[in-house]
């Protein structure tokens, strides 16, 4: 069975900075495609960042590009979302989600980050 | 970037009811669209891929339609289980999803 579990959200000072983790459990880590995706209190879905198998194509959404740092351990079978210069509006549910042919499949439960101003 | 529209936002029905919501892409998308299903709490649960395609275990009764800009997800007999949040997602190009449409109990 795919598991994902999260950790490492918290409450942090607008400016500050967060890293977050993924452990992935039940499948071949390193074949697959990572993504996180994020949701703010009471909004919908918004995809952060992708990573792919081996680590060498990454992108970011532009609301996150600059700021955010993804990366993963395939060793560890661990994915990472380093967050620097938070803001408000990065208060969210951050979920890390397995992609499976382009499909967002398998989600995680979620780590609550929140910035106060 | 391809927006997603979704319509409507909330949608109140009964249990029996067939329930139809729709999703727009800003631009063709083929039919690269998934719907999610979410529940308060929870994370998103994958229901329908390529616009049409019945994700394992998911019951019958959910099936999806549509191609190029224009989508939508049926509910053909809502069920107790089925009062929820569904979102519409596009994989085209990166990943975008819809507002949302939450369904809730008449």
């Known amino acids: 069975e795919v598991q994902l579990v999260e950790s490492g959200g918290g409450l942090v000072q607008s400016g500050g900075s967060l890293r977050l983790s993924c452990a992935a459990s039940g499948f071949t880590f390193s074949s697959f495609e990572m993504n996180w995706v994020r949701q703010a209190p009471g909004k919908g879905l918004e995809w952060v960042s992708y990573i792919s198998g081996g680590g060498d194509t990454i992108y970011y959404a532009d609301s996150v590009k600059g700021r955010f740092t993804i990366s993963r351990d395939n060793a560890k079978a661990s994915l990472y979302l380093q967050m620097n210069s938070l803001r408000a509006e990065d208060t969210a549910v951050y979920y890390c989600?397995?992609?499976?042919?382009?499909?967002?499949?398998?989600w995680g439960q979620g780590t609550l980050v929140t910035v106060s101003s | 970037d391809i927006q997603m529209t979704q319509s409507p936002s909330t949608l109140s029905a009964s249990v029996g009811d067939r329930v139809t919501i729709t999703c727009r892409a800003s631009?063709?998308?083929?039919?690269?669209l998934a719907w999610y299903q979410q529940k308060p709490g929870k994370a998103p649960k994958l229901l329908i891929y390529k616009a049409s395609s019945l994700e394992s275990g998911v019951p019958s009764r959910f099936s999806g339609s549509g191609s190029g800009t224009e989508f939508t997800l049926t509910i053909s007999s809502l069920q107790p289980d089925d009062f929820a949040t569904y979102y519409c997602q596009q994989y085209s190009t990166f990943w975008t999803f819809g507002q949302g449409t939450k369904v809730d109990i008449k």
């Open positions: 631009q063709s998308i083929s039919s690269w």
């Open positions: 989600v397995r992609v499976a042919s382009q499909l967002l499949q398998n």
